[in-house]
């Protein structure tokens, strides 16, 4: 059983940065492939980004250029850079571990972005 705990999200201004992080019970880079996905209220949940065993990351063209994925294997964590954050970025951010039919999903953080 893998267990995700998402933590940074926030009240943020327009422009401002925020870092989520999500760690993971054990050590499952090497196995899953990690996602970013988030869910505004009243929409359905969407992809923010994903990074592969190999590194290989990919965006939402939605945040590309503004959001950076990353990862610690020694902390078991990976990470979501999020900057140039709009007001639309406002949702729950969940973090996701997937490999096969295995899938786990984090409690969810929340980011408002409001002036």
């Known amino acids: 059983q893998v267990q995700l705990v998402e933590s940074g999200g926030g009240l943020v201004q327009p422009g401002g940065s925020l870092r989520l992080s999500c760690k993971a019970s054990i050590n499952i880079f090497n196995n899953y492939v990690m996602g970013w996905y988030r869910q505004a209220p009243g929409k359905q949940r969407e992809l923010v980004g994903t990074i592969t065993t190999g590194g290989s990351i990919n965006y939402a063209e939605s945040v590309k250029g503004r959001f950076t994925i990353s990862r610690d294997y020694a902390r078991n964590t990976v990470y979501l850079q999020m900057n140039s954050l709009k007001p639309e970025d406002t949702a729950v951010y969940y973090c996701?571990?997937?490999?096969?039919?295995?899938?786990?999903w984090g409690q969810g953080t929340q980011v408002t972005v409001s002036s």
């Open positions: 996701n571990a997937a490999l096969y039919q295995w899938n786990y």
